[in-house]
Every structure is written in structure tokens, then in C-alpha cells.
């Protein structure tokens, strides 16, 4: 007997058949078992065929005519929706149409469209980075592919997951100079975690599947998968694979149990210890564990620019950020701490300063999942390999079922030592200048919003400002391209998190520059109703070219000013928004409260501020964490 | 220090590239790069030949091991092993030359492949420095053309780099 089962739609083909031909005249008996309507609305049935003979072959030729056969296109679609892909962000063209019209026709994965494809890269991105899931692209070939590359490009600084589909020229063109023709696989290969050219239908789901995988687990980053124009009109059957193993790729979890009780033994007999924590906290969702373990032993801690809100900045022992624009208590606690446990975070030259001079008394503890960032750039005594939870919930049990204890006494004495550092309050700005200060419109939005708002910036001055000055609680709150770098970031970032968090309070705090880099999208938000608030930070300057250039060029101000900046107000209202213009100090609280009330509507805050003001406190190229310039 | 790097990869199309662009991407430096399939099709076997101090070279073996391409990798140097290259030496052959290229060939352990009225193609498998002593020895004057395979390498006994 040979059971039949899950033809989709088949009952009435089946029957059909079995009344017709081949069934009846191989004496086969067929009886149908069970019948069921599926998700889909098409029929399925199991039947329980049985009979002598060549019962198999009929089984197979009955297999073979009731399979059903999808396009490339439809495959791929389909794929997206098992992964449980809500949105996707794109632009179509001429090697991507037959995918469009696979959309089309389906409403499980909803496109959005952008108005340039760095802001799909961008918006899967900022989609990504709020919720921990992967975000997904679709651009065409060619320019779409080149024009998507700055975004995949800042995903892979910062090991955000993301698949990002490139369609590509027919298989028979490649290589010919075709119309909109580009080595997408080539170009991308130096900013992916991996990249796939599939050449065959037959293989399109699998590697879809393992793009995922290998997107979201381990170190995550971008994947790229190029699909030529005649794969997505080929047909194969499809089967989405429920898992996917890789010889060459297997991400470590656990860490090794003998380095995290090393680990652990020298955190307890620290005097004068410090957490040092990157996005790979945030990334490898071991924020919980993170506060539970600083928490457990009463130990400072601070984040790096990408793991804000690994920790809650409100907390007392939440001593800022770190770094080149970091609080002098988080810097000077680095710089004399003697046990560094640095968890998550890479030792990149903006938190290291000069690395010659780098935590000269320190033990250091690195826990992180990429081998490679361990021993990159600082030598480390007690490297751990494995997820940051794992490893961490690891450490809070020795802790917990062992019998030695922090030295409370030593501990107490590093406490009254930062809290002096604390005392220079580092972050203070004059209030009394009669001048819209950036610092001061960061407070009024952290107020507005009760600190629980996404914040999305872009890159520059705004974003060291956005970066001090609002006090992130939550992971997956704090949304920039540290790595990369990318002006232009921001507004389609801000467009991802508030498609996936329609209820919250999104803020794209900019600045007059980097909001022209992707101002089209402005169009986005209103076809899809996105009300998102723009908090620019208007100064006519390139504010932290021209900070440097005050410092290090005497001030002479090469191309940093904007001469011809447009009307935002009416610019906004053009796309049909909202535009506010604030150039009083006293208005920025109320004007931040009258936007926050319009819910439905985005808000374009032009927020007119002292053009000089720098981002303070800073250290110089080439000084140590101890040598910090204050005001 | 000269390191020699054994990588077991995908045979897939442009995996490769992915190792050649991650040198060149990070400033490692490679001294030669040869690459072919193994016994089983679905594997290519890659000799490296780079150098570096004890901390690039480091960097150079995790972040090969990060390509997803790649399933094992060994640094041969870290042990015993042997290492061969292939020369093919085109040489100008006339006279009393002829007599003392076979000479040199023969002490060389090298074979003569080709010989035209004017000239021998001498072929040498060895260590990459007995190669280099070879070519020294030849008056340079005299070398018409060489073609080096570049470094393949193996490790010694019962130790082997297999998935």
C-alpha cells in the first residue's frame, strides 16, 4: 500500500484520474483516507492507494502529474513567507519583474517601496536592528544592486542580519556586458557574511533558507542572493527545507567552561573592575543576563556607540558611554580599571584611543562569538568564545554557587573614586545662551517621549548628541551606523522601525546634512503613513567636519558650510507633513510636546541651534582614555 | 615569519576569489596561492604561502576560517611537513651548454621534457628554495622563460586535513 498525501488542490484531479485511466486499468484500489481544506483554501487529501502490480509506478506518475510546479518567482516569495518575512523593502526594475509580479499576487509579505534602494538596505536595516529579526531587501540588477551597497555595506559594520535580493541579468547574458548588467556577487563579496548566485530554480530554496541562517546566527550580517531574470521564471517543485546543516558553518554557542571559570575567578578578585559592552550584547540578546550579572556583583559598567541600551543608562551603575565623544567617568574608569571584562564589543580605535596607552593596569576578559575579534586590535588574558547569554548565565551561576564574593571593601573605595570622576559632570552645556543648544533639544525629546522611544540617527554631530543625551533603558532602542559611518542612514532607518513597531514612538534625530543624503524618502512616509518625528539639528554646518576643522585645520572651513539649505518646513509640508521650525530655546519643549501629540502624521522639527557648538567631552587622535579635552 | 596555510574549501564558484579578496582586503601579503580539487569533487584544496608575525598570522587563519567557503584549514609551519613546487625552466641550449644544462638537470634531480635544436625545458619539482638554487645556478642570461606552480604542502605521518 502506498500512501499518497498532500497534493495540493488534487481531490478533483485525483478522481478524475481514477475514473479515466491508468488507476482502473492497473486494478489499483484508492480510497481516500482523509480530505481537509488547507490554509491556502486549496484542498488536501491523503489517499490510501493500494493494489498489485505496479502499484509504485503508478504512484509516481500520479506524484509526478499532481505536483505542482512553481516559478522561481513564486519560490521565492513563498520562501520568504515560511521564514516569516512581514516586510520587505525594494525597488523593481526590468531583472526583478517577474518577483513583482509574484508579490502581486499574494499578501503575506507586504513590499514597501522606497524611492532609492540605499534606503531599502537602510530601512531593512533599521527593521532589523528594532526587533533582532532579519531584514530583507529586493532590488534589481545593476544600479539597483550598486545603489543597495552602502546599505549592505553599513549592516555588515555593525553584524546586522539582513538578506538583500539582487536580481542579475538571464544566466546566458552574465559576463556580456548586458543592459543593467553588474558582478553583484563581486561587488558585495568584501561587505556580506556571504553572498549566493543561484544558477538553477532547483536550488533557489535552499539557498534562500540558508541566506537566513547564516544572516541570523553566529556573528550575524548581511547576505546577499543574486538571481538571474530566467531562474525566476524557471519552474521547480517547492519544498522549503525545515533546517539546514553546513559543514563549513558552524557558529559556536557555548563557551569553554574551564575559560569562564578563569574568567569568573579573576572578575571576583578584581579591586577596581569595569563591563565594557558592545552591540554583540544587544545583537546576541544577552541584555537581561548582562544587567543581571553587573548587578549581581555591583560592578560599572559602560556601553560602547552600538550597545546602548545593553544596559539601562538610568541605572546607577551605568557610568555613559565610552570612548572618543564618551563621559570622563566611563573613560578614566577604563583607563585605571584592573580587571576589564569586555563582552560583546570589538576594542575599535573610536573606544580604544590610542591602543599603546589602553587600560595599562588591566587584566582583560573578552567574551565575544567571533574568534576573530578576539586578540584583533588589544592582546587579551582570558579570551571566551561562545553567545554572550550563554556565557554570561554561565558566569552568574559560579558566581552564585560559589563562596568567594566581590571585596566589598575594594569595591566601595572604586565607587567613591568614580563618583569624584562623576563629579565633573562631564555632559553639562550652557543653558543661559540664548540659543537653541542640541544638547538641550536630546533632553527635551527624552522627556517627551519617557526615554522609550526608537531613536534613529544619522552621522555626525546629532549622533554623539542623541548618542549622551538620551538615556536608552531597552536593547533595540538605539538605531545608527556606528561602524560605517553613513550619512543618510537615519530617515530610512526610522522607516523600518516604525513599520515594525506601528504603536511606538519613532524619532529620527538628524542633522541638515545627512537628511538631504535620503530626503526622497520623505515620499515613502507618506504613501505608507509613517509617523515618524525628524528632530534635525539644523546648525548650517557640517557640524563635525567643521568641529575638526576648528581644532586641527584653525579653523578653516573647507566645504563644511551649506549655503543653499532648503525651507525644511515647507519642504515637509510639499510631501504633504508636517514642518515645524524652532530657532528659540523657549520653544523647544512646548514644540516637542505638540508634535509627539500628532500620532498619526510625520513631523519635521527643524530645530535652528547654535551653529559652533561642539561635541565635548572629547579625546584627541592619538591620546589615551586619560586624556580627555572636557568643554 | 613564513607561514604555509592548508585550506580544505568548497569547490564552488568564486570561493576563491573570497580568499584572494580577503588578503587584499585586510593587507595580508601572499608569496603564492595554488588551488585544484581534491578526490572528493565537492572540495578544493588550497597551499598558501604568506608571511607575518605570530599575531597577523592569527588574524589571517580566524578570519579564513570566518569565509563561509571554508571547512578546515591547517598552518602546515605549526608542524613537520613537506612542501613541493614544479619550475619550468626554458633555457637557451646551444653548444657546450647542452652538455652542462643535462649535467645540472641531473644533479638537480630535474628531467628534461623538451628539447628543440636551440633549446631545453628543463623540469623541477622540490622545495621552493632548492628552485631558487637551481635558477642561480643557470646564467640568468641564458633563462628564456620560468614558470613556478607556487608552493603545494602536506603534512608529515599520520596527520591529515579532512572534513
Keep these: ?631 | 615569519m613564513r607561514h604555509v596555510i592548508s585550506i580544505l574549501m568548497e569547490n564552488e564558484a568564486g570561493a576563491l576569489s573570497r580568499v584572494a579578496g580577503l588578503f587584499s582586503a585586510r593587507g595580508y601579503n601572499i608569496e603564492s596561492l595554488t588551488v585544484a580539487p581534491t578526490e572528493d569533487a565537492s572540495l578544493s584544496r588550497m597551499t598558501i604561502v604568506t608571511r607575518g608575525s605570530e599575531e597577523i598570522i592569527e588574524q589571517i587563519t580566524k578570519q579564513l576560517n570566518k569565509l563561509i567557503d571554508v571547512v578546515k584549514l591547517v598552518d602546515l609551519s605549526e608542524d613537520e611537513h613537506i612542501e613541493r613546487e614544479m619550475a619550468l625552466i626554458k633555457v637557451r641550449a646551444i653548444g657546450e651548454a647542452r652538455e652542462e644544462y643535462k649535467r645540472l638537470a641531473d644533479i638537480f634531480n630535474g628531467r628534461i621534457i623538451d628539447v628543440t635544436e636551440t633549446t631545453y625545458t628543463i623540469e623541477l619539482t622540490d622545495s621552493g628554495d632548492r628552485i631558487v638554487e637551481f635558477l642561480a645556478a643557470i646564467n640568468a642570461d641564458e633563462i628564456i622563460e620560468t614558470v613556478r606552480s607556487g608552493v603545494s604542502g602536506i603534512a608529515r605521518g599520520e596527520k591529515s586535513l579532512h572534513p
Excluded at chain 1, 527545507?241 to 578584581?270: C, D, E, F, W
Design chain 1, 1 to 631: 500500500m502506498v500512501q499518497i498525501t498532500r497534493f495540493r488542490g488534487c481531490f478533483y484531479l485525483l478522481r478524475e484520474l481514477y475514473t479515466r485511466n491508468s488507476l482502473r486499468s492497473s486494478k489499483a484500489g484508492m480510497r481516500e483516507k482523509s480530505r481537509f481544506v488547507n490554509a491556502n483554501g486549496s484542498f488536501e487529501s491523503v489517499f490510501n492507494v493500494a493494489g498489485a502490480g505496479n502499484i509504485n509506478r503508478v504512484a509516481i506518475s500520479l506524484k509526478r502529474m499532481l505536483t505542482v510546479e512553481l516559478t522561481g518567482a513564486e519560490i521565492l516569495v513563498r520562501s520568504l513567507k515560511e521564514e516569516g518575512v512581514t516586510h520587505l523593502f525594494g525597488y523593481p526594475g526590468g531583472a526583478v519583474l517577474h518577483i513583482y509580479d509574484a508579490l502581486y499576487q499574494q499578501e503575506d509579505v507586504k513590499h514597501i517601496l522606497v524611492r532609492h534602494e540605499q534606503a531599502a538596505t537602510h530601512a531593512a536595516d533599521g527593521y532589523a536592528r528594532s526587533t533582532g529579526k532579519a531584514g530583507v531587501a529586493l532590488v534589481t540588477s545593476g544600479p539597483g544592486a550598486t545603489n543597495a551597497v552602502t546599505g549592505i555595506a553599513t549592516a555588515y559594520m555593525d553584524s546586522i542580519p539582513m538578506v538583500v535580493i539582487t536580481g542579475q541579468v538571464f544566466t546566458s547574458m552574465i559576463g556580456n556586458d548586458a543592459f543593467q548588467e553588474v558582478d553583484s556577487i563581486g561587488i558585495t563579496r568584501p561587505c556580506v557574511k556571504h553572498n549566493f548566485l543561484v544558477k538553477d530554480v532547483a536550488d533557489l530554496a535552499e539557498t534562500i533558507k540558508k541566506a537566513f541562517y547564516i544572516a541570523t546566527t553566529g556573528r550575524p550580517g548581511p547576505v546577499v542572493i543574486d538571481i538571474p531574470k530566467d531562474v525566476t521564471a524557471n519552474k521547480a517543485e517547492f519544498n522549503y527545507p525545515k533546517t539546514v546543516s553546513m559543514r563549513s558553518y558552524n557558529p559556536v554557542v557555548k563557551g569553554h567552561i574551564g575559560q569562564i571559570k578563569r574568567a569568573v575567578a579573576m572578575m571576583l578578585s578584581a579591586r577596581r573592575p569595569i563591563f565594557y559592552t558592545g552591540g554583540g550584547v544587544v545583537l546576541g540578546r544577552g541584555a537581561a543576563e548582562l544587567t543581571a550579572l553587573a548587578q549581581q556583583l555591583n560592578y560599572p559598567v559602560t556601553n560602547t556607540l552600538m550597545g546602548l541600551g545593553a544596559y539601562p543608562a538610568s541605572d546607577r551603575q551605568f557610568l555613559g558611554m565610552l570612548g572618543m565623544h564618551g563621559t570622563y567617568e566611563a573613560n578614566m574608569t577604563m583607563h585605571h580599571c584592573d580587571v576589564l571584562i569586555a563582552i560583546g564589543a570589538r576594542f575599535d580605535d573610536r573606544v580604544t584611543g590610542n591602543i599603546e596607552k589602553f587600560c595599562p593596569h588591566a587584566k582583560i576578559i573578552h567574551v565575544d562569538i567571533d574568534p576573530s575579534s578576539i586578540s584583533k586590535n588589544v592582546k587579551v588574558d582570558v579570551p571566551i568564545v561562545g553567545s554572550v547569554p550563554d556565557v554570561l548565565q554561565e558566569m552568574i551561576a559560579l558566581i552564585k554557587g560559589g563562596n568567594k564574593k566581590p571585596d566589598e571593601d575594594a569595591i566601595g573605595e572604586w565607587w567613591d573614586q568614580i563618583a569624584e570622576w562623576r563629579s565633573a559632570d562631564c555632559l553639562k552645556y550652557d543653558e543661559e545662551s540664548g540659543k537653541v543648544k542640541p544638547q538641550q533639544v536630546v533632553e527635551s525629546l527624552y522627556r517627551a517621549t519617557h526615554g522609550d522611544a526608537y531613536v534613529c540617527s544619522d552621522v555626525g554631530q546629532h549622533q554623539m548628541w542623541a548618542a549622551q543625551y538620551y538615556k536608552f533603558d531597552k536593547p533595540y532602542r538605539w538605531i545608527n551606523s556606528g561602524g560605517l559611518g553613513t550619512m543618510g542612514f537615519g530617515l530610512p532607518a526610522a522607516m523600518g522601525a516604525q513599520l515594525a513597531h506601528p504603536d511606538a514612538t519613532v524619532a529620527c534625530v538628524t542633522g541638515e546634512g545627512s537628511i538631504q543624503m535620503c530626503i526622497q524618502e520623505l515620499s515613502t512616509c507618506l504613501q505608507y503613513g509613517l509617523p515618524i518625528k525628524i528632530i534635525a539639528l539644523n546648525n548650517r554646518y557640517l557640524g563635525m567636519v567643521r568641529q575638526w576643522q576648528e581644532f586641527f585645520y584653525d579653523g578653516r572651513y573647507a566645504m563644511s558650510y551649506m549655503e543653499a539649505l532648503p525651507d525644511f518646513v515647507k519642504l515637509a509640508e510639499s510631501y504633504g507633513h508636517v514642518g515645524m521650525r524652532i530657532d528659540n530655546p523657549a520653544d523647544v519643549d512646548g514644540a516637542m510636546e505638540e508634535a509627539m501629540k500628532l500620532k498619526n502624521r510625520l513631523v519635521f522639527m527643524d530645530f535652528v541651534t547654535d551653529q559652533e557648538e561642539n561635541v565635548y567631552p572629547m579625546i584627541p587622535a592619538g591620546a589615551g582614555l586619560n586624556e580627555m579635552i572636557l568643554v
